[in-house]
């Protein structure tokens, strides 16, 4: 079966940090591009950012709103991608999703992100 | 980078076909195929249901299909089904070599 989850999410508090996983299975990971996408509670989605497969040097881009502060990154040889979140905002509560658009095109289940004090 | 336009809401009986538009710029949908929609229903995580503006993945009805004239997407479903209730986000590529998100349409089935 061609899944992705998540896992890392918690509670943090303003200015802390937090480092999200997003495991791959059922495909061939280390030629996708993951997509980090989050959604505020009764919002809608908004792209957080990517990663690129080798053949493209893993290059990565980022939303404005977090550039700077997250880092998007990869390990093939565990077909697992990480997002490292740094001096958050409360603004960065949301439920956080790891995604592809290939092999059909996969979300996984979403972890919970909470930045309160 | 802007989010893309699309209407808060549309609705339609079952059997019937609706449109539903996501409106960018010269720097997003019009220069890019690279339009996806998804779909989501409540407390689920969202579902892929059209990539590169008009490919549908295996698993996908052929009842939803996709379009794009200038700067303008389309996601057009056929033969409505109760089912099909829920939320659909378009998501482009940028120039800044970034993604965007519209803001979402929630389909409602009569």
């Known amino acids: 079966e061609v899944q992705l989850v998540e896992s890392g999410g918690g509670l943090v508090q303003p200015g802390g940090s937090l480092k999200l996983s997003c495991a791959a299975s059922?495909?061939?990971?280390?030629?996708?591009?993951i997509h980090w996408v989050r959604q505020a509670s009764g919002k809608g989605l908004e792209w957080v950012g990517h990663?690129?497969?080798?053949?493209?040097?893993?290059?990565?881009a980022y939303a404005a709103s977090v550039k700077g502060r997250f880092t998007i990154s990869r390990d093939d040889s565990k077909n697992t991608a990480y997002l490292q979140m740094n001096s958050l905002k409360t603004e960065d509560t949301a439920v956080y999703y790891c995604?592809?658009?290939?092999?059909?095109?996969?979300w996984g289940q979403g972890t919970l992100v909470t930045v309160s004090s | 980078q802007s989010a893309l336009t699309q209407p808060a809401s549309v609705s339609g009986s079952p059997g019937q076909s609706i449109t539903i538009s996501c409106t960018g710029t010269?720097?997003?949908?019009?220069?890019?195929?690279?339009v996806s929609w998804h779909q989501q229903h409540p407390g689920k995580a969202p579902k892929l249901m059209i990539y590169?503006?008009?490919n549908r993945p295996s698993r996908v009805s052929n009842r939803f299909s996709g379009s794009k004239s200038g700067n303008t997407a389309s996601l057009i479903i056929s033969g409505l089904q109760a089912e099909d209730e829920a939320d659909y986000y378009c998501?482009?590529?940028?120039?800044?070599?970034?993604?965007?998100f519209g803001g979402g349409t929630k389909l409602t089935v009569l």
């Open positions: 995604q592809t658009i290939d092999y059909g095109g996969v």
């Open positions: 059922g495909f061939t990971f280390s030629g996708s591009a």
């Open positions: 990663i690129r497969s080798k053949v493209h040097t893993y290059a990565t």
């Open positions: 010269s720097s997003d949908v019009g220069v890019y195929n690279y």
């Open positions: 590169d503006v008009r």
């Open positions: 998501s482009s590529y940028t120039s800044s070599s970034t993604w965007v």
